[in-house]
């Protein structure tokens, strides 16, 4: 079982980022959740480890794409 944690960080010169950490590389794809996210939202981003970091605020609405995109995998 995975505990997925979705926050939101400021970096440098103020910038947001939603960051959503916590995913098991083994039993997804990240870089391809990552893509379908950075799509859906229109933003920038990157895979770091096991965590996605996308730029922007966009918490409420990846919270519940990211759980549609994980259910259509398994």
Do not use: P, W
Request: proline share 0%.
């Amino acid at each position: 079982e995975q505990r997925i944690k979705i926050k939101e960080e400021k970096r440098k010169f103020g910038k947001m980022i939603t960051v959503i950490e916590g995913i098991n590389g083994k039993e997804v794809d990240i870089k391809e959740i990552a893509r379908k996210l950075k799509s859906k939202f229109a933003c920038g981003g990157t895979v770091k480890g096991n965590q996605i970091e996308l730029q922007g605020t966009h918490s409420t609405k990846v919270k519940v794409e990211f759980y549609k995109l994980i259910k259509q995998k398994l």
